[in-house]
Nanobody, 114 residues
Framework: QVQLVESGGGSVQAGGSLRLSCAGSGIIFSFNAMDWYRQAPGKQRDLVAYIMPDDRTWYTASVRGRFTISRDNAANTLYLQMNSTKPEDTAVYYC????????WGQGTKVTVSS
């Protein structure tokens, strides 16, 4: 019943911006820590950012100062604003939460060209 659906991925030139969205159903985002992960081909899935129910946030060092995670409680939607993108940001991006089980979205692909 819980469903996470990402959108907003696509192709962008290095230095450009994208805004990823994750719409949820069957779970209330504001009651849980919400995460963005990314996975490049042949690599492990790595944590990019998270936001806590009290709105505290954390970012991996490689995106700190460039990406912003946020949440719209009324829309039950998670966002990742990606600014000053780099080719190494190319990956499939997934939203994730834990509620006695790991829930994952289907992923949205981001390609940053040189």
């Amino acid at each position: 019943q819980v469903q996470l659906v990402e959108s907003g991925g696509g192709s962008v030139q290095a230095g450009g911006s994208l805004r990823l969205s994750c719409a949820g159903s069957g779970i209330i985002f504001s009651f849980n820590a919400m995460d963005w992960y990314r996975q490049a081909p042949g690599k492990q899935r790595d944590l990019v950012a998270y936001i806590m129910p009290d709105d505290r946030t954390w970012y991996t060092a490689s995106v700190r100062g460039r990406f912003t995670i946020s949440r719209d409680n009324a829309a039950n939607t998670l966002y990742l604003q990606m600014n000053s993108t780099k080719p190494e940001d190319t990956a499939v991006y997934y939203c994730h939460t834990f509620d006695n089980y790991d829930y994952w979205g289907q992923g949205t692909k981001v390609t940053v060209s040189s």
